[in-house]
C-alpha cells in the first residue's frame, strides 16, 4: 500500500506532539492490539462463538479520531467494532464478557462481537449487516441537529461496505440536510477476500463529490495523520457545512474473520506492512528518540496485559445467563 503524502504541517519540528500525547496515543493503540489478540486467542478455546473480526493493525484510525472527539459525539460501525468499543472508553471486562456470551457483558451476553451498546458511551454499536452503521449514523446525525447538542456523529464503515447502496443514499440525505456526520471509510485493502482494486471504481473519498461532501484520503497507519485530518473534518462539520468523508488506507494483519485463513495475498505482503508501516511502532519509535526510557514503554504494555488477562478471567468467570433471559429484551411495552 503506497502511504498518501503527509502534509507538510506535520514535518514542522513545532507540530511535534507532546511526549504525554504520544504515550497516550501508544496506550490506546496497545491496549486494542492486545484486547484483539486475547479475543483470538479465546476464540480458538471455544470461549467466544459465533463470527469476530479483529482490529489488529487498524488501530491508529479509531484512535486518532476519538483523540479529537467531544463528550456529547456519537459512534457508530461496523462488526469489526471492539477497538471501537475500548476508544469510547468502555470496560474491558464488560466488552469480554460480551464477546463470550456472559450476563456481565454489555448487551447481557446476547449480543455477543458485532452488537453490543453503551448508552453512556454514546456508542451506538457494531452491526453484523455490511453498512447499516452507515445508515444509523447519518440518523444519529439528524438527532444532533434537531436537539441543536452540537454533537456529530461518527459513522465507520468499510471498504467493501462503501460499495453498498445505502451509503449513496445517506450520503444524499446528509448532504439536502447538512448532517453532522463523518463518514469515515476504514480502507484496509480487502472486502472480505477481494482486493479494492477488483472492487472499487474510483477513490472511495471522492464518491460524495456529487452531493457537495468534501472528502480527504488519510493514512491510515499513522495515528498523527488520523488525528490532524479529523481535527479539519470536525471543523467542517461542527461549523454547519454539513457531512464530511475521510478514507483511512489502513491494513488488517489478521484474515477478515476468524474463520478467514486469507489465502488471498502473500506472506511477504502482509510482513511488509508489518515491520515497515506498523503504527504502534511507529508512535514507539518515535517516544525512543524523545528520549522516553524504555521501562517506562515496557510498564505500560506490562499494565496492559494485566488488564487484558483480568478481562479475560472476568468474562470466564461471568454467568451465562439464565433459560429466561430468553424473553426479555425483545419487546418493549408502553405504561
Same mark, same amino acid.
Given at each position: 500500500? *503506497?502511504?498518501?503524502?503527509? #502534509?507538510?504541517?506535520?514535518?514542522?519540528?513545532?507540530?511535534?506532539?507532546? /511526549?504525554?500525547?504520544?504515550?497516550?496515543?501508544?496506550?490506546?493503540?496497545?491496549?486494542?492490539?492486545?484486547?484483539?489478540?486475547?479475543?483470538?486467542?479465546?476464540?480458538?478455546?471455544?470461549?467466544?462463538?459465533?463470527?469476530?473480526?479483529?482490529?489488529?493493525?487498524?488501530?491508529?484510525?479509531?484512535?486518532?479520531?476519538?483523540?479529537?472527539?467531544?463528550?456529547?459525539?456519537?459512534?457508530?460501525?461496523?462488526?469489526?467494532?471492539?477497538?471501537?468499543?475500548? *476508544?469510547?472508553?468502555?470496560?474491558?471486562?464488560?466488552?469480554?464478557?460480551?464477546?463470550?456470551?456472559?450476563?456481565?457483558?454489555?448487551?447481557?451476553?446476547?449480543?455477543?462481537?458485532?452488537?453490543?451498546?453503551?448508552?453512556?458511551? @454514546?456508542?451506538?454499536?457494531?452491526?453484523?449487516?455490511?453498512?447499516?452503521?452507515?445508515?444509523?449514523?447519518?440518523?444519529?446525525?439528524?438527532?444532533?441537529?434537531?436537539?441543536?447538542?452540537?454533537?456529530? #456523529?461518527?459513522?465507520?464503515?468499510?471498504?467493501?461496505?462503501?460499495?453498498?447502496?445505502?451509503?449513496?443514499?445517506?450520503? @444524499?440525505?446528509?448532504?439536502?440536510?447538512?448532517?453532522?456526520?463523518?463518514?469515515? /471509510?476504514?480502507?484496509?485493502?480487502?472486502?472480505?477476500?477481494?482486493?479494492?482494486?477488483?472492487?472499487?471504481?474510483?477513490?472511495?473519498? =471522492?464518491?460524495?463529490?456529487?452531493?457537495?461532501?468534501?472528502?480527504?484520503?488519510?493514512?491510515?497507519?499513522?495515528?498523527?495523520?488520523?488525528?490532524?485530518?479529523?481535527?479539519?473534518?470536525?471543523?467542517?462539520? =461542527?461549523?454547519?457545512?454539513?457531512?464530511?468523508?475521510?478514507?483511512?488506507?489502513?491494513?488488517?494483519?489478521?484474515?477478515?474473520?476468524?474463520?478467514?485463513?486469507?489465502?488471498?495475498?502473500?506472506?511477504?505482503?502482509?510482513?511488509?506492512?508489518?515491520?515497515?508501516?506498523?503504527?504502534?511502532?511507529?508512535?514507539?519509535?518515535?517516544?525512543?528518540?524523545?528520549?522516553?526510557?524504555?521501562?517506562?514503554?515496557?510498564?505500560?504494555?506490562?499494565?496492559?496485559?494485566?488488564?487484558? @488477562?483480568?478481562?479475560?478471567?472476568?468474562?470466564?468467570? #461471568?454467568?451465562?445467563?439464565?433459560?429466561?433471559?430468553?424473553?426479555?429484551? /425483545?419487546?418493549?411495552?408502553?405504561?
Amino acid at each position: 500500500m *503506497a502511504a498518501p503524502k503527509k #502534509s507538510k504541517k506535520n514535518d514542522k519540528s513545532n507540530d511535534l506532539p507532546s /511526549i504525554d500525547e504520544l504515550k497516550k496515543f501508544y496506550y490506546d493503540m496497545l491496549l486494542i492490539r492486545r484486547f484483539e489478540e486475547k479475543s483470538g486467542q479465546l476464540y480458538g478455546m471455544g470461549l467466544i462463538g459465533g463470527f469476530c473480526h479483529l482490529y489488529i493493525g487498524q488501530e491508529a484510525v479509531v484512535t486518532g479520531i476519538t483523540a479529537v472527539q467531544n463528550p456529547q459525539d456519537s459512534v457508530v460501525t461496523s462488526y469489526r467494532d471492539h477497538a471501537h468499543m475500548l *476508544a469510547c472508553g468502555m470496560d474491558p471486562k464488560g466488552i469480554m464478557a460480551e464477546l463470550t456470551g456472559r450476563s456481565d457483558g454489555y448487551s447481557r451476553g446476547k449480543g455477543g462481537s458485532m452488537h453490543m451498546f453503551s448508552r453512556d458511551k @454514546n456508542f451506538f454499536g457494531g452491526h453484523g449487516i455490511v453498512g447499516a452503521g452507515t445508515a444509523i449514523g447519518t440518523g444519529l446525525g439528524f438527532a444532533h441537529k434537531y436537539k441543536e447538542d452540537g454533537g456529530v #456523529s461518527m459513522a465507520y464503515m468499510g471498504d467493501g461496505a462503501s460499495n453498498q447502496g445505502q451509503v449513496a443514499e445517506c450520503y @444524499n440525505m446528509a448532504a439536502l440536510w447538512k448532517l453532522p456526520v463523518l463518514f469515515v /471509510i476504514e480502507n484496509n485493502q480487502y472486502g472480505m477476500g477481494t482486493s479494492v482494486s477488483r472492487s472499487s471504481a474510483g477513490q472511495l473519498y =471522492r464518491r460524495g463529490e456529487g452531493y457537495g461532501i468534501p472528502g480527504e484520503q488519510v493514512d491510515g497507519m499513522d495515528v498523527l495523520a488520523v488525528k490532524d485530518a479529523a481535527s479539519k473534518a470536525l471543523d467542517y462539520i =461542527r461549523s454547519g457545512n454539513g457531512p464530511y468523508i475521510l478514507e483511512m488506507m489502513t491494513y488488517r494483519y489478521r484474515g477478515h474473520s476468524m474463520s478467514d485463513p486469507a489465502k488471498y495475498r502473500t506472506k511477504e505482503e502482509v510482513a511488509s506492512m508489518k515491520n515497515d508501516r506498523d503504527p504502534i511502532t511507529h508512535v514507539k519509535n518515535m517516544l525512543q528518540e524523545r528520549g522516553v526510557d524504555e521501562k517506562v514503554i515496557k510498564d505500560m504494555d506490562k499494565e496492559i496485559k494485566n488488564i487484558v @488477562n483480568e478481562a479475560a478471567i472476568f468474562a470466564q468467570e #461471568s454467568p451465562e445467563l439464565a433459560e429466561h433471559e430468553l424473553w426479555t429484551d /425483545i419487546l418493549v411495552e408502553s405504561a
